[in-house]
């Protein structure tokens, strides 16, 4: 099988990745390869694994066993700020941002693995420290204004509307210069105005910055209409993969979704 | 703008290049004007409590840490000056070279503690540091052949610098101002930059920020050392101001004081710091008079702050 390698059409992928927590298997010997510069959808039913496998991805969760493999590196056993600095970024589920930090500062803490400046820089106000700054600052302006977020530069995280919180998250992640963007349901709780906003400002970014992204979500519609490959979660396993035509009509993915009985009604 | 806006800035926005440099003047030519040594010995000990209020807030306020044994490593800063310079260095210069390695030595146990302790949070990191200044409590009041036990030790030389000693309350006045404003203007930067951002971020959110690519044991050992050696520095300074050391200065209570202080302040914000450890050091000299009921006050000004500004008179 493909690992993943540079000259590999996968940026990530994974290899009989299994996650327990205690007795209970959240993610069973899953398969899975991200194609670089691709939009890939992991849905399934509540409690499939989801954002399990998210969380073994970013290092959050050290997978029981298997191997996971991000541009050629086994990261499986690396914490998530140094995944973070191999060039995966993530946001959450329910968002989390840096709420008492301004929203400049919560984009300025997303650039911390771009620092070029020391302690002692700091300290003694540099040259170096000042450019540093100016740099980062101009730099999180224009993530600001791609993310819409110019205008409330100032105000603390906490204050924006939900919506503009799900992009501050996006624009932080997008802060640490990623190559691969994991989103755990990024629409939920949006109206369909905003909805329709995001999936506009996802292809903007992922041109924009040459991303490659893997994205949970629940809304279908939403899915189908933007991924390119969508893989199938039920019970800490893979069920299906493939694109949004061939999972519409899958078997056992409407069976997953909506049970037996109604899966035979179907058919 | 009001003072809230100028506590939001984290740098006193309200005060443009020339006032702050006239206030700077102002605040050197106050021995000139006053000669009562208990004034200045009371502005002295605010300025001794400014300097180790605002480098709890560092991590009270900054990092979100509520460290309780602070004193321990003001006791490493003032016990490295006075055992050096009594025994080792009675030279001009060991004062200055005691300061020095009083502050290295404390910023290596503030990073052993920190990296030891990385993983305890909230309160549990709380009883930790309780622990550790009493542990350094024990061992200064234990060692006796270094650290004089219970007597302590008396004879600490005041600074000197050459031949002219720092002895009278206004000399001192002048050098711990001058470290009171090395202090501010280090933290202040601190708090602007990379570093201010990294800890407000642990605090905020430990796994956003480790996600965002902050090794958090990493920063907060720089954390910990930072407080430890401006602490140490504070310590040094008590060892030449009071001449005399003894375990009793260094004991809890004083760790509880600190954190009053940033309380009442506003944690996270340095001028709330500044401002607690300036009520909190003064209510017992005002009150004197009224000795008795000094703690009482004490507590009413707590329990009304509490009440009515809960995160402290310059908190947002």
Redesign the interface.
């Given at each position: 099988m493909n690992r993943g390698g540079n000259d590999s059409p996968y940026i990530l992928s994974g290899h009989k990745v299994t996650m327990q927590f205690g007795g209970l298997v959240a993610l069973r010997q899953v398969d899975f390869a991200v194609a670089r510069y691709g939009i890939m959808g992991l849905i399934g039913p509540n409690g499939a694994g989801k954002t399990t496998l998210f969380n073994c991805i970013?290092g959050?969760h050290r997978p029981t066993s298997g191997e996971i493999r991000f541009q050629e590196i086994g990261i499986g056993s690396l914490?998530?700020?140094r995944i973070?600095?191999l060039g995966i970024?993530?946001t959450?589920q329910n968002i989390?941002?840096?709420?008492?930090?301004s929203v400049l500062?919560n984009v300025?803490?997303?650039m911390?693995?771009q620092?070029k400046?020391g302690?002692s820089d700091?300290?003694f106000?540099t040259k170096r420290?000042s450019e540093d700054?100016q740099n980062k600052a101009e730099k999180a302006d224009q993530l600001l204004e791609i993310s819409g977020l110019i205008d409330a530069r100032s105000e603390l995280a906490k204050n924006l509307p939900y919506g503009a919180q799900r992009r501050l998250e996006i624009a932080?992640?997008l802060?640490?210069e990623p190559a691969l963007l994991l989103l755990d349901e990024p629409t939920a709780g949006m109206n369909l105005n905003e909805t329709d906003a995001l999936i506009d400002f996802i292809h903007l970014i992922k041109d924009r910055f040459n991303l490659t992204i893997l994205l949970i979500e629940h809304d279908m519609k939403f899915v189908m209409g933007l991924c390119e490959k969508i893989m199938v979660l039920d019970h800490g396993q893979k069920i299906a993969e493939g694109p949004p035509g061939e999972i519409q009509d899958n078997e056992a993915v409407i069976e997953a979704y909506l049970g037996r009985g109604m899966a035979r009604a179907e058919a | 703008m009001d003072t809230a806006t100028v506590v939001k800035r984290g740098k006193l926005a309200l005060l443009n290049p020339y006032t702050k440099i006239i206030v700077v003047i102002l605040l050197f030519a106050v021995p000139l004007v006053i000669h009562n040594a208990f004034y200045l010995d009371a502005v002295n000990m605010v300025f001794y409590f400014i300097i180790l209020a605002v480098a709890l807030d560092l991590q009270m306020g900054f990092l979100g840490v509520y460290n309780f044994g602070i004193v321990g490593f003001v006791a490493i800063g003032a016990y490295t000056v006075g055992i050096l310079t009594v025994g080792v260095w009675p030279q001009w210069w060991g004062f200055w070279v005691a300061l020095l390695i009083g502050a290295v030595f404390a910023g290596i146990v503030g990073v052993l503690l920190g990296l030891s302790t990385f993983r305890i949070r909230g309160d549990y990191f709380c009883i930790v540091s309780l622990g550790f200044g009493e542990i350094i409590r024990y061992v200064l009041l234990n060692w006796v052949s270094l650290t004089g036990g219970p007597m302590g030790i008396t004879g600490v030389p005041a600074p000197r610098i050459f031949s002219l000693a720092l002895a009278s309350r206004g000399q001192l006045y002048w050098f711990v101002l001058i470290l009171v404003l090395i202090v501010l203007v280090l933290t202040v930067r601190m708090k602007n930059s990379y570093l201010g951002r990294a800890w407000v971020a642990i605090r905020e959110d430990e796994v956003a920020a480790e996600a965002s690519g902050i090794n958090m044991v990493q920063y907060q050992a720089i954390n910990m050392a930072m407080a430890a050696v401006i602490a140490a520095v504070a310590g040094g300074f008590f060892a030449g101001y009071l001449n005399y050391l003894n375990p009793e200065s260094f004991v809890s209570n004083v760790s509880l004081n600190i954190v009053c202080m940033v309380i009442l302040g506003g944690a996270g914000s340095i001028w709330g710091a500044v401002m607690g450890a300036g009520i909190l050091t003064l209510i017992p000299e005002i009150v004197r008079p009224l000795a008795q009921y000094s703690s009482l006050l004490y507590g009413l000004l707590m329990f009304l702050v509490m009440i009515f500004r809960p995160k402290g008179v310059l908190g947002k």
């Open positions: 970013t959050n914490p998530p700020y973070t600095r970024a993530r959450f989390r941002l840096f709420k008492e930090m500062d300025l803490v997303g911390h693995i620092i400046q302690i700091v300290l106000k420290f700054e932080r992640a802060a640490t | -």
